[in-house]
């Protein structure tokens, strides 16, 4: 377990029982993922840098307002409050760091103190400042957060929930589940590979600002969506990808008595897409093609072989 003062990360196992627990019981859950971006927009206010509003203007989809930004960060805030388990990057746990130093303008007196101060995974040690500027601001937010009621376990812990099995076994228990995110395969691949009812609600996709063709996501289409979430029973499961901004999804599929889970890139590599490379090479042992293109690997796709294998792991576990 890592701690930090008081904070302690629950295992694996602890944040399985705890998601199958209200599905058994049809209790509202929700579990939300805190990474750098969080960090950010945790630490917004009124002095912020315009480096840091253009930041998280990606997320919003335009150059956001002061006042859209402060309700964005007000929601995070309500949503961190009522959940149940917080994932958090591990490395932001543990650590002593005079936060003092996100004031200071000289890069790389910030970077040699960041560095000593956190231990950062291999594929992570030649960050750049302005990502380590937003990882020492989730850690200022955890730092001053009290988390009275919250488990905290790691912010990647949607990998091994699916890897284990356990999250196919829940969705295919649940017969009936929703999904909010940007990839609009992933719906008909979970239909295919589960034999399940999905319902589905499609949002802007925010890398879309790549190939010049970004739409807002925020507020209209934030609003709309969250208008549209119906959670149909208690402990109803619901999958959620969309960044910043799912968030809010989460909170209203909890209000609603749902189960919210915040899944995040999983989703992508269930659609095939290397999207989080740090984090995957990270845990896996990534291959290349004979063109040097590194793989996403197969037991990390949405499709009937993999489901079919998860379920015989699932079984051969809990037996």
Not at 14 to 26: I, L
Not at 45 to 66: C, F, N, P
Not at 85 to 107: M, P
Not at 178 to 196: H, S
Request: charged share 25%.
């Amino acid at each position: 377990m890592t701690v930090y003062n008081s904070l302690v990360q629950v295992p694996y196992s602890d944040f399985e029982f705890a998601v199958n627990e209200a599905f058994e019981s049809k209790q509202p859950f929700s579990f939300i993922r805190l990474g750098d971006g969080e960090g950010a927009l945790l630490d917004f206010d009124e002095q912020s840098s315009l480096e840091d509003i253009e930041y998280l203007s990606e997320h919003v989809g335009k150059k956001a307002t002061i006042e859209q930004l402060s309700t964005l960060k007000n929601n995070l805030e309500k949503a961190i409050d009522n959940t149940n388990i917080v994932g958090i990057r591990d490395d932001v746990l543990g650590v002593s760091f005079a936060e003092g130093l996100l004031k200071q303008n000289n890069e790389q007196v910030f970077l040699a103190a960041f560095k000593q101060a956190f231990t950062l995974r291999a594929t992570e040690l030649n960050i750049c400042y302005s990502d380590a500027r937003r990882i020492a601001k989730l850690y200022k937010a955890v730092k001053y957060n009290t988390y009275s009621h919250q488990k905290l376990c790691t912010q990647w812990i949607p990998f091994d929930y699916f890897l284990s099995g356990a999250l196919t076994n829940l969705l295919e228990r649940a017969g009936e589940i929703g999904v909010v995110t940007a990839r609009v395969n992933i719906p008909e691949k979970l239909r295919k590979a589960l034999n399940i009812n999905v319902i589905e609600h499609i949002t802007p996709d925010k890398s879309a600002r790549q190939v010049g063709t970004l739409i807002p996501h925020y507020p209209d289409h934030f609003n709309r969506i969250k208008n549209e979430i119906n959670v149909k029973y208690p402990g109803m499961p619901y999958l959620v990808a969309a960044g910043l901004i799912g968030k809010g999804y989460c909170a209203e599929i909890q209000k609603q008595g749902g189960i919210a889970l915040d899944i995040g890139a999983l989703i992508d590599c269930w659609d095939g897409r290397y999207s989080r490379p740090k984090v995957i090479e990270s845990k896996f042992n990534v291959k290349k093609t004979l063109l040097g293109k590194k793989r996403l690997p197969e037991e990390l796709k949405m499709t009937p072989e993999n489901a079919e294998r998860l379920r015989g792991l699932f079984r051969n576990t809990r037996n």
